[in-house]
């Protein structure tokens, strides 16, 4: 997941944006560890991630705005609007974005979901390559929004399936369907 978000590099300016998203990355791991060891079904992942992301996102996100860092009611409403319209402002702003902006969300949201989505579906099937999908989907997402290279995808994509390749032999071998 983190590099699939690596795509982020040339639209974001400053290093701010990948702390954003190591953070996101972090708590959407750490939330499916909760919701496993409390052995919650996976639908409560929505509303869980609904609510770190309101304690969370603020002071990654909206230091230098209006609305402040503190998860207040006025910053809930920049978030649900920047997770809602904020796509299509990063598809229309030139690069580089500010990285410790309004629109540093976007990494963390996708980071936050993609590190929460793929580690569940990592603890909860048997399939040994089901759970690479995530990080798979979260780097289409990251090279639709991002600015990069041509050979930056490339690059992305051979770590990507090495990754994969490397996962879900491991896993295969593991749970003993290997050869």
Do not use: E, H, N
Request: contains cysteine.
């Amino acid at each position: 997941t983190a590099t699939a978000l690596s795509a982020f590099a040339g639209t974001f300016d400053g290093p701010w944006w990948v702390v954003t998203s190591a953070v996101g990355l972090v708590a959407g791991v750490l939330l499916t560890l909760v919701l496993d060891r409390f052995r919650l079904p996976w639908w409560t992942a929505a509303p869980a991630l609904v609510v770190v992301a309101a304690l969370l996102a603020p002071p990654l996100t909206l230091r230098g705005t209006a609305a402040g860092p503190w998860p207040t009611p006025t910053a809930w409403a920049t978030l649900a609007d920047t997770s809602t319209d904020g796509w299509r402002r990063l598809l229309t702003t030139l690069p580089p974005v500010d990285g410790a902006g309004p629109l540093a969300l976007l990494p963390f949201l996708l980071a936050l979901v993609g590190g929460c989505a793929a580690l569940m579906v990592a603890r909860r099937t048997w399939s040994p390559y089901l759970p690479v999908l995530v990080p798979a989907l979260v780097g289409v997402a990251s090279v639709a929004l991002g600015v990069v290279a041509p050979g930056g995808v490339v690059a992305r994509g051979a770590v990507l399936l090495t990754d994969a390749l490397v996962w879900g032999t491991t896993r295969s071998r593991r749970s003993g369907k290997g050869t």
